[in-house]
């Protein structure tokens, strides 16, 4: 619907109604479970590892937080958040994929086990790990650059950076 040419609608009311009337309100919903397998596992690894791996950086480095200027700190939550931003994009690759071939490739009226188990069979496993370094690269900046800022705006308002507990 984002992409098509020629376009599917001009506006959302438009689209909301064309698509309602072709799948009905479940097709409002229909990519809700394969964006949650994997929006949730991403979550949770971005959250789990970010912090553990900037006390880590500190260990590794041998010096206490403290002992760290402010620039330093956020080069680490930097480091930090790219590293976990590796971890992220392992852990949700392959519902990516699945997310993307879904929106791609699902038959109307078939039901999301029917077409993931239709595309799985099209593109095996080794299909679900397509495209993981360029998603690395992504999501490693894009999560270091989150963290960047969410440290920064905490050194701004004067409280402590992340980690070095």
């Known amino acids: 619907m984002q992409t098509t040419l020629p376009p ?25 479970y394969p964006l949650w397998a994997r929006q949730i596992p991403y979550t949770m690894t971005k959250f789990a590892t970010f912090e553990e791996t900037v006390n880590q950086i500190y260990r590794s480095l041998g010096k206490d937080k ?18 976990a931003g590796i971890f992220c994009a392992i852990v949700s690759h392959p519902a990516d994929v699945m997310v993307s071939k879904l929106n791609a490739d699902r038959k109307s009226g078939e039901s999301a086990m029917t077409a993931v188990s239709r595309i799985y069979g099209n593109i095996g496993f080794a299909g679900l790990w397509n495209g993981l370094t360029v998603r690395i690269l992504m999501l490693g900046t894009l999560t270091g650059f989150q963290w960047l800022i969410y440290d920064s705006f905490k050194v701004f308002l004067g409280l402590p950076t992340t980690g070095g507990h």
């Open 66 to 83: 403290d002992s760290c200027s402010g620039l330093q700190q956020t080069g680490i939550s930097f480091a930090g958040g790219y590293i």
């Open 8 to 32: 599917y609608a001009q506006n959302l009311r438009e689209g909301w109604s064309k698509l309602v009337a072709k799948e009905g309100t479940g097709g409002l919903y229909k990519g809700l």
